[in-house]
């Protein structure tokens, strides 16, 4: 039996060993969704009837010019009335005129662009393969043949009404926009209006923003001041204007660490300065003052001014040195200034022509 057996077993394990493997079994889905494609294409009332097509046309020239009319109104309404200062009527005028102008322009254009699409362009749908690298040059003939049908399709060439009408709007447009940022500019020259501010022989430094004048022995070692000239507050016009180019810092250090320039020997009194407050890289206003070091810090941009040493840039963008204003005392003990900076303040931009 044992022989049998292990026979038996033996023939079994050689059927196994000599039998082939079976094939594998690729699986086939029948149930696979076909491409069912484009929808049939809808025609338009404009792709029926030839009068609709032709008013559609009208329609999107009308948008067009109806943008140029309120691009021109705009620019109109800002030379024919401006803003007059203390008359609140005037600015609602203006605004009110500006602000149509500008939205007829602005929607006509967007309006009349979408309704050419949606009424004269062709409406069929496609799909366009992207290919990853520089087609052949038969593609690249197709591409060009894609772009003439689509010409063909939008009308650009063959409607020159629409055509004209909307390179109208497009030049018109801009119009508002060069108008009101060209008449931000100064009427007159920036570098004349930035050297001459409201300091003069005998002004009175004082305080800012109460317009109290400043003595001397107000001013302590490591104290800082903001000034601005002593009647700013009295100014019936371009106050604003005036006290950004006139703000003054005032510091009183050791006269020992003081080093003084050649030929600005009366600048200071007894170890009191006074510079410019608006930073030389573009305007900024440095309001920050280091007692230790005698640095002032301009927030914005982190330029950094010694005090000690005419303000000279120890870091940071700005350009050069913030402008000094010669100070001495009246005889009340009050600061006045000796003249006018020497230097344009303010950014040194300014300077770009002397």
């Not at 001014?305 to 005419?310: E, G, L, R, T, Y």
């Not at 913030?322 to 600061?335: K, M, N």
Request: net charge negative; proline share 8%.
């Amino acid at each position: 039996m044992a022989e049998v057996h292990d026979g038996a077993a033996g023939s079994e394990v050689e059927k196994h060993e000599t039998a082939a493997p079976a094939p594998a079994t690729a699986v086939v889905r029948a149930d696979r969704i076909p491409n069912p494609g484009f929808p049939p294409e809808r025609l338009r009332v404009t792709d029926l009837d030839p009068k609709k097509e032709k008013q559609a046309e009208r329609t999107v020239s009308g948008l067009f010019l109806l943008s140029i009319v309120g691009s021109i109104i705009a620019v109109v309404a800002y030379i024919v009335l401006p803003i007059e200062e203390g008359n609140p009527g005037s600015v609602r005028l203006n605004n009110l005129f500006l602000g149509v102008g500008i939205t007829l322009g602005l929607l006509g254009i967007g309006i009349g662009a979408v309704h050419w699409s949606k009424a004269l362009m062709h409406g069929h749908e496609l799909v366009e393969q992207r290919h990853p690298t520089r087609g052949s040059d038969e593609s690249r003939t197709r591409a060009v043949e894609i772009f003439r049908e689509s010409n063909k399709e939008s009308g650009f060439t063959r409607r020159s009404l629409v055509r004209n009408t909307l390179i109208g709007a497009l030049v018109a447009t801009p119009i508002p926009a060069v108008a009101l940022f060209r008449d931000l500019a100064p009427e007159e020259d920036p570098i004349a209006l930035l050297k001459q501010t409201m300091w003069e022989e005998g002004t009175r430094l004082a305080l800012d923003p109460s317009g109290v004048p400043i003595r001397a022995s107000d001013v302590t070692i490591g104290s800082v001041f903001h000034v601005i000239p002593e009647g700013l507050a009295e100014l019936e016009s371009h106050r604003l204007e005036e006290k950004a180019k006139a703000a003054v810092l005032l510091m009183r250090l050791p006269p020992d660490e003081l080093n003084i320039r050649e030929g600005r020997e009366t600048w200071s009194y007894d170890g009191i300065v006074a510079y410019s407050k608006i930073c030389t890289h573009v305007g900024c206003p440095v309001a920050l003052y280091e007692q230790q070091t005698h640095h002032l810090l301009c927030p914005c941009h982190q330029s950094q001014f010694d005090v000690a040493n005419h303000c000279e840039v120890i870091f940071g963008p700005a350009a050069r040195p913030l402008p000094q204003l010669p100070i001495t005392v009246d005889d009340e003990g009050y600061l006045v200034a000796r003249r006018d900076f020497e230097e344009p303040v303010g950014p040194s931009f300014w300077e770009r022509e002397l």
